[in-house]
């Protein structure tokens, strides 16, 4: 019942001793989601301790190198590694036609390669299984871009066992109550849903929004999200810069987090001309709280919990 995000990467262009380029790992129970693959993201996954092997699905958001030259050497050593299980690859179209000519050079691989673009509208869903949803989010940046919203499913009702037992219920009756559905008892009386239920699991989310400029209209699309990770590349006195590069500024991810009512703001993707990173955090804080200005190596985790019913 995990929901845990790592940080693999939080630099920008530009490594740094200390940081590698972008990459985040989501976990959400035993599956595995890769967004984005900057350089080194193979070692970093050895570096804190998960398996290649674990990886079926892998979300690219544009084709700047800093979000997708990992991606070379990670299907090259995973092919070393005897897959041969398909590995899914989501992004803007392009990210096909790269890999095909990547691959006429170096080689088949041993494993099929799935590609699936965003629909450039945004409103159609790109991936989903029994728990899960993943929206394509189009962002503003110089090539085509998508962040992407992973977000829970609801889960069925809780039955409160001891009701069960007193009612003498069917699995007809209890698939509806599960469903949500009052029950009525064979002389009329109507027994409310909550009252036969436990409240049900909040749905937890995630949302990745790099690489973009400020976007006022993003803070609807991830409205209420749990986690949100905007990119704050630059400061909030470069704010001409970041404009002018089609990034984002530490207040201007702040500005979207709190429009958006966000449980938790993270921040990255730094530029390198900063020797320290800390501000940019103190900067988000003075807009927005909670915020973390991301290491590589952190993980960050929404705990399961239920709805209050107020
Ligand atoms: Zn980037
Ligand atoms: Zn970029």
Request: glycine share 8%; with cysteine; proline share 6%.
């Amino acid at each position: 019942m995990s929901f845990e995000l790592t940080i693999l990467g939080s630099s920008s262009a530009l490594p740094t001793s200390k940081r590698f380029p972008t990459a985040h790992l989501l976990k959400v129970d035993e599956r595995f989601f890769l967004i984005d693959c900057g350089e080194g993201t193979q070692m970093q996954m050895r570096r804190f301790g998960y398996n290649p092997a674990r990886i079926h699905h892998v979300f690219i958001s544009h084709l700047h190198g800093d979000h997708v030259f990992g991606l070379f050497g990670l299907l090259s050593s995973m092919g070393m590694m005897g897959r041969t299980v398909p590995v899914n690859l989501y992004g803007p179209k392009q990210l096909q036609a790269m890999m095909e000519e990547h691959l006429a050079y170096f080689g088949p691989l041993a494993f099929p390669l799935h590609f699936h673009a965003p629909d450039p509208s945004g409103e159609v869903l790109i991936y989903q299984d029994e728990k899960i949803t993943v929206e394509p989010i189009p962002l503003k940046h110089r090539t085509q871009t998508f962040g992407y919203l992973f977000r829970e499913k609801r889960r069925a009702l809780n039955l409160r066992k001891e009701r069960l037992g007193e009612l003498k219920l069917g699995i007809a009756d209890m698939v509806r109550i599960k469903q949500g559905e009052d029950h009525v008892t064979p002389d009329g009386l109507v027994l409310p849903n909550r009252e036969l239920t436990w409240p049900p699991y909040r749905q937890r989310s995630y949302a990745y929004i790099s690489d973009t400029v400020y976007d006022p209209g993003l803070a609807d699309r991830v409205r209420g999200v749990d986690l949100l990770f905007h990119e704050a590349t630059f400061a909030k006195k470069d704010q001409k810069l970041a404009r002018a590069t089609l990034h984002s500024t530490s207040t201007q991810a702040a500005t979207i987090a709190k429009r958006a009512g966000a449980g938790r703001l993270l921040i990255g993707h730094f530029s390198s001309r900063y020797k320290d990173h800390g501000f940019l955090a103190d900067e988000a804080m003075e807009i927005f709280k909670p915020v973390d200005g991301v290491n590589d190596g952190d993980c960050f985790s929404v705990p399961l919990e239920r709805e209050t019913s107020e």
